[in-house]
């Protein structure tokens, strides 16, 4: 038997959906919440483990003063959560430990790789300002064929790493385009050129932060910013998106709910098995979607080992490592005196668990080798940080769908900037979308309440 009829019924709970569900409720619009798991949050949120609060991966939320997720957090948000600066990154290369280069000035200083290195790498963002004119796509190609063949092992390794964990893919695979698209300027010429400006002028991660009380504060704001009429139900698994030409009724494992409009935020390459008979090319670039795998080791420590404040991009590490003390952002993280630290790893596609466990944990001991008496806790988290990788060769979902009121959000569904931030990219241009069609009208609420405001 069919459920209540809702406006919009929004698939999974992670905080692409947390989000769409937030912004659509306050736009005035009946939401049904369905998640498959006991737990909402997805990939955002946090658990205890034997004293020590542990969020899913270590997180720095990023353009916290312009970008994507300040904007939905000031439209909907009742309740901000607090971000503690995220401070420096720095490089680890041996026993070195250096402050990432963010601009050509400290890049010409960055004494981790030679010398030659840097110059032969200047040279080539130069060849890469010159392909910008000459109005090639670099969607196609990759940071490879711009890295002169010269360079050594070590430089390479640290450009590998940085594809890795801005894209979720090699350095072979990375498209040129992930490191020069901006965020600010609207038309793409500007956009290009913004982007390599940053490159010469900008200061570092400054307005990035980490949630105090961890990831789960984040999912607490949404979920106390929630009006009545949105409805979360968790263990509920979407097995069929029932449609005719438009989206019909959602079915679980346990009911099926009628509605108008669905926003789907699970996995798009799932959507190919939810929903019968979709357009054969649009079903098969779904198919082509490559995830991104990580693993994460938390150690928890009886002694405060990491002092500096900020994280450590270890490049020796075999998988590359992002290390990051959590509890020195909030102490409450860990039991009194002790230090909590997440290393993140981004892994192969094929690879076997048990295994890649023992190789990450041994390569981080046997670079920090007084770590190990100190260890109290260790916990390990298998988990996809981006539902698509920005890979040359792979598929990508788009929030638009061939399906009249279906549209989907989330990591796969949006090329701009990475996790948190380009979910909440995506979030906006299904708000944006939704309002083209007159789906929602404009930010309805936001505006009265601006209005409430000014009086
Ligand atoms: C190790 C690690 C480090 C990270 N570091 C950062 C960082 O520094 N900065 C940053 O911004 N981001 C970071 N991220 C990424 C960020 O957490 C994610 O990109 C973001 O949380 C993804 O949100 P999402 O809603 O798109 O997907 P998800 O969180 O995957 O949510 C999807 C939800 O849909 C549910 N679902 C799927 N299928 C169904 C179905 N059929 N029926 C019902 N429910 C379904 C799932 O159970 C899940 O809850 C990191 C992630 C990891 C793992």
Known sequence: MDNDNYDVVVIGAGISGLLTALA???????????????????????YEVDGYRIDTGPHAITRLESGPFKELMDRYFDVIPQFVPFGKYQVRIGND?????????????????????????MKSLFNTLYLL???KNLNDISIQELVPDNISST????LDWLCYFLVGTSIENTAVSRFIDNKTHKSSA?????????FFVTEGAKDQGYPKGGLQSIV????????????????????????SGKVEKVITNHNSYKCNTVVYSGFASDLPHLIDNLPYDYAQNLNKIKKVNSLTIWLGLNKKIFKNYGSEMWIDSDPYAWMVPVSNYDSTMAPNGNQLVGFAFTLPDDYD????RKKALDSIIRIQPDMEKHIEMIHYQDLIPEKAAWDINSGFGDVETPINNLYCVGTDTEKRSAGVSRAAYSVLRCLEIMESEGNIHKFQIFNEELELAAK
């Open 155 to 158: 430089t390479r390794r640290f």
């Open 133 to 135: 004119n000459t109005g």
């Open 190 to 198: 500007v956009k290009y050129i913004g982007n390599i400006y940053d």
């Open 220 to 243: 607490n704001s949404i979920l106390v910013s929630f009006p009545k009429n949105v409805e979360i139900k968790t263990s509920e698994e979407v097995v069929k998106i029932q449609c």
């Open 97 to 121: 430990v250096k402050p990432f280069p963010w601009n050509i000035n400290s890049w010409l200083k960055f004494g981790l790789i030679p010398k030659t290195d840097r110059l032969l790498i």
């Open 24 to 46: 659509l409720s306050k736009e005035g619009k009946s939401v049904l919440i369905l998640e498959k798991e006991e737990c909402i949050g997805g990939v955002c949120r946090s």
């Open 353 to 356: 668990s048990n295994e890649m």
